[in-house]
């Protein structure tokens, strides 16, 4: 079933208005006719809404709800991805991937490694198209919410901004203490908000490691192999979702 985001607005008690792209999608790309079926959430709760298409409009499409239901998509605990920028268009599977994985909110992050240089013009243009991934991969696997796409921060103020966080992690090729990696894992718990720092192509500089180490950020290892950045993000998330859906 087809999933869609609508604004909290647009539900007025048993109607659900459609607009924007969604509309052009849903009557043009993907020829969608009254009596089908649907579902829709906010982006403000844990709800899905189930309606049936009952009109298409000049710019709209207007549903009816027959049913809510806890959509139930949602990790028990808010996980932040703080991901260096990659070279050409990985972030873009990056993101969309990390969203089919559960991850709350991605934090791009300018480091001392990264070959990516993106000025405020390119930036803004950048956030937009990823959110836009965003959105669809929430679609795809029908999220109760659209994970937002932060500003691109310099390492030093995504240390900080980490700081929101219950348990702040940083996979690192030189963290050899595996038992320490599974004492942080079994320590994962529902309720429990964790952040993952993730390097670029080069990897962390080693002082931005020992940087973050004495910002209480706790070293980790994903193996015995070195992972490429679009890999150890999505290891890492897979990881925890694990740790909270699974094993808790």
Same mark, same amino acid.
Not at 82 to 85: D, G, K, N, W
Not at 200 to 205: I, N, Y
């Given at each position: 079933m087809y999933h869609?985001?609508?604004?909290k607005?647009?539900?007025i008690?048993h109607?659900?208005?459609?607009?924007g792209?969604?509309?052009?999608?849903?009557?043009?790309?993907l020829r969608?006719?009254?009596?089908e079926?649907?579902?829709?959430?906010?982006?403000?709760?844990d709800? %899905?809404?189930?309606?049936i298409?009952?009109s298409f409009?000049?710019? !709209?499409v207007?549903? =009816?709800?027959?049913?809510v239901k806890k @959509?139930?998509?949602?990790?028990?605990s808010?996980v932040?991805l703080?991901?260096?920028?990659p070279?050409a268009?990985k972030?873009?599977?990056i993101?969309q991937?990390?969203?089919?994985?559960?991850?709350y %909110?991605?934090?791009?992050?300018a480091?001392k490694r990264c070959?990516? !240089?993106l000025?405020? =013009?390119k930036?803004?243009?950048k956030? @937009?198209r990823w959110?836009?991934i965003a959105?669809a991969a929430?679609?795809?696997?029908k999220?109760a919410i659209?994970?937002?796409?932060?500003q691109v921060?310099s390492?030093?103020k995504?240390?900080?901004d980490?700081?929101k966080?219950?348990?702040?992690l940083i996979?690192y090729?030189?963290?050899e203490d595996?038992?320490?990696?599974r004492?942080?894992?079994?320590s994962?718990?529902p309720?429990?908000?964790i952040?993952?720092f993730?390097g670029?192509?080069?990897?962390?500089?080693e002082?931005e490691?020992?940087?973050a180490?004495a910002n209480?950020?706790?070293?980790?290892?994903?193996?015995?192999?070195?992972?490429?950045?679009?890999?150890?993000g999505m290891?890492?998330?897979?990881w925890?979702?694990f740790c909270l859906e699974?094993l808790?």
């Open positions: 869609f985001f609508v604004a607005e647009n539900m008690d109607t659900v208005i459609i607009e792209r969604d509309y052009n999608h849903i009557k043009n790309v969608m006719h009254e009596g079926e649907l579902s829709v959430s906010n982006g403000e709760d709800n %899905e809404y189930r309606c298409i009952e409009e000049e710019d !709209k207007v549903c =009816k709800l027959i049913f @959509a139930d998509a949602e990790l028990p808010k932040y703080y991901q260096c920028l070279k268009d972030m873009e599977m993101i991937k990390c969203v089919e994985l559960g991850v %909110e991605i934090i791009p992050v480091s070959v990516v !240089k000025d405020d =013009k930036a803004g243009s956030i @937009a959110q836009s959105e929430s679609k795809q696997s999220r659209v994970p937002a796409i932060g921060l390492f030093d995504a240390l900080e980490a700081k966080a219950d348990m702040v996979p090729e030189m963290c595996r038992d320490v990696t004492e942080v894992f079994e994962i718990k309720g429990k908000d952040a993952i993730i670029p192509e080069g990897g962390f500089d002082g490691v020992e940087k180490m209480g950020i706790t070293p980790i290892s994903l193996g015995k192999r070195i992972l490429r950045t679009e890999t150890a290891t890492a998330i897979a925890i979702s699974i808790s």
